[in-house]
């Protein structure tokens, strides 16, 4: 368990929501924390409780209004068992590698792939609201481009895509790090640092269409905090940041890898472990209109590797009421799933 109660194993988690019965008195108590409230007429206290074929009603005992225990969630109007929805929201928010429709649906024992691929579709859509606020603000920042797809070996036919992202992540240091610092050159007599003192905070990812200086800096405005300290390598399109209010510091001696890599250590992992998530989940096959979602994806997995029950409550459409007209929205067929043509998942 975590500090917040939240299971962080497997048993743990088939400890806490062994069935439907327990999902469910989960799922009323996220929506209603103080217990029952009708919003038709204002009551509160126990409804009158009964099971559709979709979902749980709570009647109000006052006005008689339904309200389904589901509406408003992920879940809504579904006909398979919460458990599976509980099961699938946990593996999703806490496998590091994701999960395909067709993992997801024999780990789960669904008898239907269709059911497992709609699952994974409406539990992805949780995902990939983007995130706004800017990153740094007491923290260094650190920002690189790569490139993602492109180089799969082994299929001689078929497009070949190659697409430019670019990244920013917040270099954090622990709490006891200057301490741990200290100890270790204590007993080391003056030696390098010792490692782990850092650690990576929140992520941006985003797919550009070239490195043109104007997309560069366009980046940093929406993605970093003002006056923040950021790290890049040498390339003259990031020149103009200390005219944008940002404490600068490129990479001086560009030209040797190794450089680069100890000047950006963090974002270099980042994008390595990017590559090797799309290599393995989606075989390194994503056009490059769909990327962009799957960045989001990962970047939420990442924002919240230490918040797991936070995960879990999102992908769910728990986390507050406000989420829904974002669900909503979703779903009206404004936004299209990258995989749901079938290809991706
Ligand atoms: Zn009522």
């Known amino acids: 368990m975590d500090i917040r109660g939240f299971p962080t194993t497997l048993p743990e988690f088939q400890r806490a929501f062994p069935d439907d ?27 009158y409780r009964f099971n559709t ?11 008689k209004k339904n309200t389904s225990l589901t509406a408003g969630t992920v ?3 579904t006909h398979t068992p919460l458990s599976v929805w509980f099961w699938g929201a946990y593996l999703m928010t806490t496998q590091t590698p994701g999960q395909s429709a067709l993992q997801f649906q024999r780990q789960l024992g669904l008898r239907r792939y269709e059911t ?32 993602v797809g492109g180089e799969t070996r082994g299929e001689g036919r078929g497009v070949h895509y190659r697409t430019a992202v670019i990244g920013a992540v917040e270099v954090r240091t622990r709490k ?33 269409a070239g490195r043109s200086a104007d997309t560069l800096k366009t980046f940093v405005d929406g993605n970093v905090a003002p006056g923040a300290t950021v790290l890049t390598d040498g390339c003259g399109g990031y ?11 490129p990479l001086v001696l560009a030209g040797d890898p190794e450089n680069a890599e100890a000047h950006l250590p963090m974002i270099h992992l980042v994008f390595s472990n990017l590559k090797t998530w799309i290599l393995g989940t989606h075989h390194g096959r994503i056009a490059p209109y769909h990327l962009q979602a799957y960045l989001n994806e990962y970047v939420f997995r990442f924002n919240r590797r230490f918040y797991p029950m936070t ?6 459409g728990l986390a507050a009421r406000s989420v829904s ?21």
């Open 21 to 47: 019965a327990a999902c469910a008195a989960y799922l009323e108590s996220m929506r209603w924390p103080g217990g029952f409230g009708c919003n038709a007429c204002g009551w509160q206290g126990e409804p």
């Open 53 to 63: 074929r979709s979902s749980i009603v709570l009647r109000c005992r006052i006005c």
């Open 75 to 77: 879940m809504e109007k």
């Open 116 to 147: 497992a691929f709609t699952i994974l579709h409406k539990l992805r859509a949780g995902m990939v609201r983007p995130e706004r606020d800017r990153i740094g603000g007491g923290h260094p920042v650190e920002v690189d481009e790569c490139y």
């Open 176 to 208: 006891d790090g200057d301490e741990r610092a200290t100890q270790w050159k204590a007993a080391h007599n003056g030696g390098l640092p010792a490692k782990k003192l850092v650690y990576a905070g929140r992520l941006r990812l985003q797919v550009i």
């Open 239 to 249: 020149k103009g940041l200390p005219r944008m209010g940002y404490d600068h510091r």
């Open 311 to 316: 995960a879990f409550n999102s992908v769910l």
């Open 325 to 345: 007209p974002t669900y909503a929205q979703l779903y009206s067929g404004e936004w299209e799933h990258p995989a749901s043509g079938g290809k991706a998942a």
